[in-house]
């Protein structure tokens, strides 16, 4: 070695910051970097499920709010981004990002739109929202909200032992198949349940005698999307979708109800506000009274007397209502 080069690894040595910057400027970091290296994380959720069924592993999706949601951004930071994680996961899943920030130039407007409707395909109620997926598209894991790793470890440890039963079931055929498949839908998060129609439905065709019940859980899945479709159909106006719910509460199976009447509280809720917003008389806000008293039957057996009662007191003087309304717009 030349005199000039030991020159200047002396030099090098006696400046930790530019060694860095040398080392990084030469590509040579990776030669000397510690041996945690990130886990791969796609956007590609059908290219990930491909690979998944050829490798035999599981997707775990990360439904996220990259820029704006705090347990998402703790949850990226204590969890997915460190080495215990990756050696937790990384032989047995494929991870996938759905992010949908609130600057959506940090991943252009395409892939935003494409995330978008991802998050309406599985019905994402919360952020952030971990599912864990085989390559067939069934729902066998994860859950919802902020988490910490000895969660997140429950949660990997039960999907890959759904992910086992998932395995034996296709080398099994009718009712048990089927009853092996519910389980594994019976053992998920409530708020995932709704997102697995591709299971509950190959459960309903497997299972002929019905001895799982799942053929009436496809029926209401079904009855759901149709609800659904129609109330999008509105495009928010709560006036044209407060009818269209009442009527599916009338025919909603007994599985469905309960959310039917939450949907029902929430679109009676936005028509309340306009209502009120828009007031310009007692009588529309006794008008507003009244559709207020239709919440009461959203609520549940045991509160709707008091839910009563309180509605009640609050419209109690619809002219003190109407004149800070009118005080609140500014009216002269």
């Known amino acids: 070695m030349t005199p000039y080069i030991l020159a200047v690894i002396k030099k090098i040595a006696q400046n930790k910051l530019m060694f860095k910057n040398i080392l990084y400027a ?64 990384k032989d047995d899943f494929l991870f996938v990002e759905i992010d949908v920030p609130r600057d959506v130039n940090r991943i252009g407007q395409e892939l935003y739109s494409k995330n978008e409707k991802l998050c309406k395909q599985y019905k994402i109620a919360g952020f952030p929202t971990i599912m864990v997926m085989s390559p067939e598209g069934y729902i066998i894991g994860g859950f919802v909200g902020g988490s910490n790793m000895a969660r997140t470890k429950d949660a990997l440890s039960a999907a890959k032992a759904n992910a086992e039963k998932v395995a034996k079931a296709k080398t099994l055929q009718g009712s048990e198949k089927a009853k092996l498949l519910a389980e594994v839908h019976a053992s998920l998060a409530r708020d995932l349940k709704p997102a697995n129609s591709v299971m509950v439905n190959d459960i309903a065709e497997a299972d002929t005698d019905n001895v799982t019940g799942m053929k009436d859980m496809a029926k209401a899945a079904a009855q759901m999307e149709e609800l659904e479709a129609k109330l999008n159909a509105t495009r928010g106006n709560a006036e044209k979708a407060l009818p269209i719910i009442n009527e599916a509460i009338k025919n909603a199976y007994p599985v469905n109800l309960e959310d039917m ?72």
Not at 64 to 83: A, E, M, N, R
Not at 296 to 303: F, K, L, S
């Open 261 to 332: 009447l939450m949907t029902k509280g929430q679109i009676i809720m936005a028509l309340v506000n306009s209502k009120l917003n828009s007031a310009n008389s007692i009588e529309d806000v006794e008008a507003t009274h009244q559709l207020m008293l239709e919440l009461v039957d959203c609520a549940p057996a045991d509160r709707k007397e008091i839910f009563r009662q309180k509605i009640e007191k609050d419209f109690a003087d619809p002219a003190t209502i109407l004149e800070k309304i009118r005080k609140q717009r500014g009216d002269k």
């Open 26 to 89: 030469t590509g040579l970091a990776a030669a000397v970097a510690p041996a945690f290296a990130a886990l791969e994380w796609t956007t590609d959720l059908d290219e990930a499920r491909t690979r998944a069924a050829a490798e035999s592993k599981s997707v775990l999706v990360d439904f996220t709010g990259s820029d704006w949601c705090g347990y998402c951004i703790q949850l990226k930071k204590t969890v997915f981004d460190t080495p215990e994680f990756e050696a937790l996961a």
